[in-house]
């Protein structure tokens, strides 16, 4: 396939596994594209970055956890521990070298003050803003990567969902009315 940077080799295995069997050729690259382009210019709603911060506020250091048991869920059987290391590495490096510092940090940092504000109503804007970016901000990576491991699958599991309409096509489903 190719079509994702050296860089991304194990993104690209991880979606090899993902799909195999599911999609042709031709969706394989319709999806890397869509992968690909979202990699680049990765973005997020508010309501998606609103759920993320409620989630790190609510588990607080159970949150980097989280983040590790939702990466060894999205993997297939066939990765061994190793390579889920190396996928763990690749995935923070990627988020601290093309992500951070780049505008949905700090979306996602505005989000985690609104939460720890609707928390502790008696903090004062710059207290919250403190606790934010002391206790919770080292967690920032851990967000970003939910937010693309979250968007990645996504995009596999719509393309998955279109290739099967695909084959379907035609073909009804009735429900039998129940007396």
Known sequence: ?????KQHQFLEKLINLQIKGHLNKEQAEILYKAISSFLKEPDASDYTLELIAVRIVKMGVD???????????????????????????????????EIYGKGLDQRITEKLIEQISKQNPKLNDSMAEKKAMGN????????LTQLVIDRIIEAIDNAKVEANRGKKKGRTIRIKKMD
């Open 136 to 143: 919770w901000g080292w967690l920032l990576p851990h967000a």
């Open 63 to 97: 949150y980097e956890a989280y983040v590790s048991a939702l990466i060894f869920k999205t993997l297939p059987d066939e990765f061994t521990k190793k390579e889920l290391v190396k996928l763990e590495e690749e995935f923070y490096s990627y988020i601290e070298k």
């Open 1 to 5: 396939m190719g079509n994702l940077t």
